[in-house]
């Protein structure tokens, strides 16, 4: 039985690396019980912390591209030579059950989402500067130097793409950062829509 009502929307999230996105959006989720986490194809190695079909749906390069030729993602990206994709099949069933759902991706998948459900609300998550952004990198210990100046390149080049949002949330404190994104999905968020000029000039600073 389809469930959807015109208070159940889709929320696309998207950031830079380092960010803070996966900590915020799984706050948001045990937030909102009621609310559906979209868990993306990946065709990168699982990572130690990880568990198929809770974090991604981890699959090799050939049945990827199947799924892609198939129809079968609603966006599809490629990032740090791997790639990453949304089921169409998975988002529609929740939405059809009555609950809102979070899309977790970069903003080249944001944008296909949006061209293919105009209807969504997109959400641009940044850190409070260039610096802390580094630093919350380095401290992961994962990377090289060489690819932490990679994605801190491609950092910079990600939030190029903020104004294509309707929402930019300064993660710099994780309580504060879960609270904006509640009022977003409650309707409320004047306060981290694009249109708001504090925010903008907020982030303008932070990219200056």
Same mark, same amino acid.
């Given at each position: 039985? &389809? =469930?959807?009502?015109? =208070? +159940?929307?889709?929320? *696309?999230? /998207?950031?830079?690396?380092? @960010?803070? =996105? +996966?900590?915020?959006?799984?706050?948001?989720? !045990?937030? &909102?019980?009621?609310?559906?986490? #979209?868990?993306?194809?990946?065709?990168? @190695? %699982?990572?130690?912390?990880?568990?198929?079909?809770?974090?991604?749906?981890?699959?090799?390069?050939?049945?990827?591209? #199947?799924?892609?030729?198939?129809?079968?993602?609603?966006?599809?990206?490629?990032?740090?030579?791997?790639?990453?994709?949304?089921?169409?099949?998975?988002?529609? %069933?929740?939405?059809? /059950?009555?609950?809102?759902?979070?899309?977790?991706?970069?903003?080249?998948?944001?944008?296909?989402?949006?061209?293919?459900?105009?209807? $969504?609300? +997109?959400?641009?998550?940044?850190?409070?500067?260039?610096?802390?952004?580094?630093?919350?990198?380095?401290?992961?210990? !994962?990377?090289?130097?060489?690819?932490?100046?990679?994605?801190?390149?491609?950092?910079?080049?990600?939030?190029?793409?903020?104004?294509?949002?309707?929402?930019?949330?300064? &993660?710099?404190?994780?309580? +504060?950062? *879960?609270?904006?994104? *509640?009022?977003?999905?409650?309707? !409320?968020?004047?306060?981290?829509?694009? $249109?708001?000029?504090?925010?903008? !000039?907020?982030?303008?600073?932070?990219?200056?």
């Amino acid at each position: 039985m &389809n =469930k959807r009502d015109e =208070k +159940t929307r889709l929320f *696309v999230i /998207a950031a830079p690396s380092g @960010a803070g =996105k +996966t900590t915020l959006v799984h706050a948001l989720v !045990t937030h &909102n019980p009621d609310l559906r986490f #979209s868990i993306s194809y990946t065709t990168r @190695a %699982k990572r130690r912390n990880e568990a198929n079909g809770v974090d991604y749906l981890f699959v090799e390069p050939d049945e990827f591209v #199947s799924l892609r030729e198939q129809g079968a993602l609603l966006e599809s990206a490629e990032v740090f030579d791997h790639f990453y994709g949304t089921s169409r099949e998975q988002v529609e %069933k929740h939405l059809d /059950a009555g609950h809102s759902v979070v899309l977790e991706i970069d903003w080249q998948g944001a944008r296909q989402v949006r061209e293919s459900m105009p209807e $969504c609300v +997109t959400i641009f998550i940044m850190p409070p500067s260039l610096a802390e952004l580094e630093r919350r990198l380095r401290d992961r210990r !994962t990377d090289s130097d060489e690819v932490i100046e990679r994605r801190l390149r491609d950092a910079r080049s990600d939030m190029s793409h903020w104004q294509e949002f309707d929402h930019v949330i300064i &993660n710099d404190d994780l309580d +504060t950062a *879960v609270a904006d994104l *509640v009022d977003v999905l409650e309707g !409320t968020g004047e306060t981290t829509s694009t $249109c708001n000029p504090a925010l903008r !000039t907020a982030v303008e600073r932070i990219l200056s």
